[in-house]
Nanobody
């Protein structure tokens, strides 16, 4: 399996922005539909956004995420990004990337994740 390394999280005030990065190694993300996931304390991991292997199809978990977050992939850099704007305390979670769960098994080992904390 490939490996993933998420970064870019941090503590931000409500209304702020963060750009998360997910660097892959051992496999090329260009071969897979990819996604960002998050897990808040006491909750199950949920998919946030997904993007097809050439970026033609993008899906977001819900209306709120769709109008605040942007998923981007750079296959040449083997890196996935998540631009998050207008952050809300409800976005507080550990964020992970991996292949899209709707497209088959996870093709990468789960990385350490990156913590996003939004203060009110």
């Amino acid at each position: 399996q490939g490996q993933l390394d998420e970064s870019g999280g941090g503590l931000v005030q409500a209304g702020g922005s963060l750009r998360l990065s997910c660097a892959a190694s051992g496999r090329n993300i260009s071969d897979y539909n990819m996604a960002w996931y998050r897990q808040a304390p006491g909750k199950e991991r949920e998919i946030v956004a997904s993007i097809s292997w050439i970026g033609a199809n993008i899906n977001y978990a819900n209306y709120s995420v769709k109008h605040r977050f942007t998923i981007i992939r750079d296959n040449e850099k083997n890196t996935l990004y998540l631009q998050m704007n207008s952050l809300d305390p409800e976005d507080t979670a550990m964020y992970y990337c991996n292949s899209d769960q709707h497209s088959g098994p996870y093709y990468f080992s789960w990385g350490p994740g990156t913590q996003v904390t939004v203060s009110s």
